[in-house]
């Protein structure tokens, strides 16, 4: 499987393009273009590579990470899917978006929910769901088991972990997600690709990541 990162908007935050060299399926994870010039960029890359998008998934709702929701849903005729316990962030992402001086129009109504049963056959392997709340009720880590890669949203950085003072944070039930199933689920081997900054390893961070000592 492929990565290929987009850094967008003015919060710096992780667009994915995930998808199998092979198939060329893919999925598009936390679509935060901001303006044309990075919609034009993620367009441009999808259509070299020739890439089948077949999701566009919300590692949670909040205002940086759902910004191109309407755009890769629409630009890519694919289903918008987020878990159901983050829907409120959505619906209340146009008020955020003026508190930190970002113009959102309306964020669409999801197309699907995403819950820890949901499985997604990308190309040769499979994307699955382990519902991390603590950064925001509706948290998901994506995990592909097969090339031991985790997409962690705001959930776990590298040596550091989401900021839990937004609405329905909650740092106990934070370390509690990290701990007890992130880690549960996946080894000291897999890849972190976290919503912000670079790449990093579950082994390190149970080393270094000051948070989580
Ligand atoms: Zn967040």
Redesign the pocket.
């Known amino acids: 499987m492929k990565i290929k990162k987009f850094t967008v908007n003015p919060f710096q935050m992780n667009c994915y393009i995930y998808y199998d060299e092979d198939s060329l399926e893919g999925v598009i994870i936390d679509p935060g273009a901001y303006d044309k010039y990075e919609e034009d960029e993620i367009i441009s890359f999808v259509d070299s590579k020739n890439i089948k998008l077949k999701y566009s998934l919300n590692t ?1 709702g ?1 205002i ?2 759902v910004l191109g929701n309407k755009f890769a849903s629409s630009c890519f005729n694919i289903p918008q899917m987020i878990h159901g316990d983050d829907l409120f962030l959505l619906e209340n992402a146009k008020i955020h978006g003026m508190v930190f001086g970002i113009n959102i129009d309306e964020v669409p109504t999801p197309d699907e929910y995403i819950t820890e049963e949901l499985v997604l056959p990308i190309g040769e392997s499979e994307l699955r769901f382990i519902h991390t709340p603590g ?2 009720p509706g ?1 998901v880590c994506i995990v592909d088991h097969l090339n031991k890669i985790v997409f962690s ?2 959930t776990i950085f590298r040596e550091s972990i ?2 839990t003072d ?1 609405s329905g944070g909650n740092i106990n039930i934070l370390l509690d997600s990290i701990h007890n199933k992130l880690f549960y689920q996946c080894d000291d081997d897999y890849t972190l690709y976290p ?1 912000h900054m670079d790449e990093t390893t579950i082994g390190k961070e149970k080393r270094y990541n000051p948070f989580l000592r």
Do not use: A, V
Request: aromatic fraction near 0%; charged fraction near 25%.
């Open positions: 949670h909040h940086d990470h950064h925001s948290g949203g705001d989401g900021r937004l919503g």
